[in-house]
């Protein structure tokens, strides 16, 4: 086991363009992360949680720290990200674990707007 992850390893520094993917990705959500995890403020009035176009209220509401699951959910998916884009990598070639790399820092970017969205209504509602 310990072989082969330092193969791995060894094969995405061999590949500067998907090391520098990476850490970039790696970089955003870590900058996310601290981010949202900084624009918390508890309060004893329940904030925005979600949206969701299929109910009665399309605004849902929760306690000010479910908000500390978007700055788990930035860390986790980019955590994911890296791991599989080296997996891929190591199996499949260096295009698909650029584009799934790629992806992961969509994923973060998107994640990034819908939060800062949502902490931006608890201001409005």
């Given at each position: ?90 199996v499949k070639g260096r295009s698909l ?29």
């Amino acid at each position: 086991m310990k072989e082969i992850v330092i193969t791995s390893l060894k094969t995405l520094f061999a590949d500067r363009y998907l090391s520098v993917l990476l850490s970039v990705l790696i970089l955003l959500a870590l900058i996310f992360s601290i981010n949202i995890g900084l624009s918390i403020h508890p309060s004893y009035v329940q904030q925005v949680s979600h949206y969701s176009a299929f109910g009665i209220t399309h605004f849902y509401r929760d306690q000010w720290f479910y908000i500390f699951v978007f700055v788990a959910f930035g860390l986790v998916a980019a955590a994911l990200h890296v791991i599989i884009s080296i997996k891929l990598l190591v199996v499949k070639g260096r295009s698909l674990a650029a584009m799934f790399a790629w992806i992961g820092i969509g994923i973060i970017l998107f994640s990034w707007i819908t939060s800062l969205a949502l902490l931006n209504l608890r201001i409005t509602l």
